[in-house]
């Protein structure tokens, strides 16, 4: 399956945006996406993932309550939506696909990656 994120931007502290996700290839119903984020001079970090199903969802601490993602299949299209931004937000976010591990949460875990979207947090 391959993965193209979009829906970046430039916003100030406390606005929201959402990013989208967008697979083509092999029925993206089948995997299992997450969403992840690098800070520059940071490690890739584990941000939200949810099942084929769009259940068994988990959120990092640092977003949960601000943060939701969900998936139309049908559209083969991931979300996820970002409400009450900071500035520690700021990064390049990262949607991720992997098959059969719907507990996953690690990057090694997932196969397949889109390009990245930067989310620049202004205060």
């Known amino acids: 399956v391959q993965l193209q994120a979009s829906g970046g931007g430039l916003v100030q502290t406390g606005d929201s945006l959402k990013l989208s996700c967008v697979a083509s290839g092999e029925a993206f119903r089948l995997y299992v996406m997450g969403w992840f984020r690098q800070a520059p001079g940071k490690e890739r970090e584990f941000v939200a993932r949810?099942?084929?199903?769009?259940?068994?969802?988990a959120y990092a601490d640092t977003v949960k309550g601000r943060f939701t993602i969900s998936r139309n299949n049908t559209g083969n299209t991931g979300y996820l939506q970002m409400n009450n931004l900071k500035s520690e937000d700021t990064a390049v976010y990262y949607c991720a696909a992997t098959r059969f591990q719907n507990s996953a949460f690690l990057p090694s875990q997932f196969s397949y990656w889109g390009q990245g979207t930067q989310v620049t947090v202004s205060s």
């Open positions: 949810c099942s084929w199903n769009g259940y068994n969802e």
